[in-house]
């Protein structure tokens, strides 16, 4: 979802900046503030920023619409660091990406903020709560939530394109929508599958030999840890 500079207009790239700019401000605050309460989070901070940044830098060109299909890594990083800080990172690896790689612009950043970090995220971090709360496993919680999440991001991105790209004008924003999300999903669809089982194993993986990172950040108690231990 990488939308190039140039495939929004002005008052849309505009709309979209501000959007994201208050998600974005909620979730440098919880930085700060989870860095003092939690001593392994500055560190955990680096290593998912990290991986946020490598998952993303992986484009698949999508004709006709000025962006590309990858995972996104945001619904792995709201799990593990919350929703709000997980727009922060991916405000980072965009922004090194559209400078460094050419991936996406500086006009388009807030539009790609918005549907990578604001609703990958929230999406994301929605279904694996939602998931534990009906008493799925971690893993499968997580999974489901990688999957849907990088659907819920290329949901957005065709919104955003139907709505502020050049030459859609006189198109029903609907026939518009379905268009772009139509030529999304042959890449996306099988993107959002690898993501899911990327996110769950990884969390699972978390889970098995290194149970207390999961406890200090709220996602489980000692109780489930071991019995997803037992499980594995």
């Known amino acids: 979802m990488h939308i190039q500079d140039g495939f929004l207009v002005g008052k849309w790239a505009v709309t979209w900046y501000g959007a994201a700019s208050v998600f974005v401000a909620?979730?440098?605050y919880d930085i700060t503030r989870r860095t003092k309460e939690v001593i392994m989070y500055k560190p955990l901070l680096g290593l998912v920023s990290a991986a946020v940044f490598f998952i993303s830098l992986l484009p698949i060109p999508?004709?006709?619409?000025?962006t590309s299909?990858?995972?996104?890594?945001?619904?792995m990083a709201a799990i593990l660091l919350g929703p709000f800080v997980s727009m922060v990172l991916s405000v980072v690896a965009l922004l090194l990406q559209a400078i460094f790689f050419a991936h996406?612009?500086?006009?388009?950043?807030?539009?790609?903020?918005?549907s990578m970090g604001v609703v990958g995220s929230l999406v994301g971090y929605g279904v694996f709560r939602f998931g534990r709360r009906i008493g799925l496993s971690l893993g499968f919680?997580?999974?489901m939530a990688g999957i849907l999440g990088d659907l819920a991001v290329y949901c957005t991105t065709s919104l955003e394109l139907a709505l502020g790209m050049p030459g859609v004008h006189g198109i029903s924003l609907i026939k518009a929508f379905l268009t772009f999300f139509t030529l999304f999903m042959p890449t996306q669809l099988p993107l959002a599958l690898v993501e899911g089982l990327v996110t769950g194993g990884m969390v699972s993986y978390?889970?098995?030999?290194r149970p207390d990172i999961l406890r200090h950040l709220g996602l489980t108690n000692k109780p489930e840890t071991e019995g997803a231990n037992n499980a594995a």
């Open 104 to 114: 996406g612009g500086l006009s388009t950043l807030g539009a790609n903020v918005f």
């Open 141 to 143: 919680a997580a999974c």
């Open 206 to 209: 978390i889970a098995r030999v």
């Open 26 to 28: 909620k979730g440098i």
């Open 62 to 66: 999508v004709p006709l619409t000025g």
């Open 69 to 75: 299909s990858h995972p996104a890594g945001t619904p």
